[in-house]
């Protein structure tokens, strides 16, 4: 079975200060992990995804996760926060075969001026 | 590519009523996803399709809910009569499972936000 926790449902960072969005995943087998950020009104975009090649994955607009199998952790991280940041991240955990997609419940990120 | 297209982008019915929502997935995809997105349940794998063929459907909430997909370019997910805690946001969402392998990443439609009073 297959489960994955965002630890906080709320971030607010200030414009260039670093983002950390914190994510725990249970697998019984090796997962798939992605990070999908969603933006008001709108759907789901993929921003990075953790496939065992390389346990720390950049994506797009500066963000990464690190995969830490002792931790069971895939933690999203960013240098320095854009207001255009401001948006809601979902940590994904899939079965090996890609197709039974789990969503966390979602961080709503804010960013302040 | 133009992406996944949903329509209606909003769908206000009342309770009892048929709504049928539409997607098109990406050409070329092989596989398509309907998800449910509510603040209580956060976004939820309703059915999926390989080859327009369903493959798991165990997240279809009850026999109101039914889901087509008659070709590899359109789906439909039906709910038959409406009520009022059927009211969300419906995304689809396709990718490819091909020659890239098993990891890919699903693009996902704008969603259709449907309420049923």
């Known amino acids: 079975a297959q489960s994955v926790t965002q630890l906080d449902s709320h971030v607010s960072v200030s414009e260039g200060t670093p983002v950390l969005l914190r994510c725990n995943y249970s697998s019984s087998y090796s997962p798939s992990l992605f990070w999908y950020v969603q933006h008001p009104n709108k759907g789901l975009q993929l921003l990075l995804k953790y496939t065992s090649a390389a346990t720390l994955v950049k994506g797009i607009n500066g963000f990464e996760a690190e995969f830490k199998k002792s931790e069971t952790s895939f933690h999203l991280t960013k240098p320095s926060a854009h207001m255009s940041d401001a948006a809601e991240y979902f940590c994904?955990?899939?079965?090996?075969?890609?197709?039974?997609?789990?969503f966390g419940a979602g961080t709503r990120l804010f960013v302040k001026a | 590519d133009a992406g996944v297209i949903q329509s209606p982008r909003h769908e206000v019915t009342e309770m009892g009523q048929e709504v049928t929502l539409r997607c098109k997935p990406i050409s070329g995809h092989d596989y398509l996803f309907w998800y449910r997105q509510t603040m209580m349940r956060g976004l939820e794998l309703l059915i999926y399709?390989?080859?327009?063929?369903?493959?798991?459907d165990s997240g279809m909430p009850e026999d109101r809910f039914s889901a087509k997909m008659p070709n590899a370019s359109f789906s439909t997910l039906k709910i038959q009569p409406s009520e009022p805690r059927d009211s969300a946001v419906y995304f689809c969402?396709?990718?490819?499972?091909?020659?890239?392998?098993?990891?890919?990443?699903?693009?996902f439609g704008p969603g259709t936000r449907l309420t049923v009073l």
């Open positions: 994904v955990v899939s079965d090996p075969g890609g197709f039974k997609t789990i």
């Open positions: 969402a396709s990718n490819l499972r091909g020659l890239a392998g098993p990891f890919n990443e699903q693009f």
């Open positions: 399709f390989n080859n327009n063929v369903p493959i798991d």
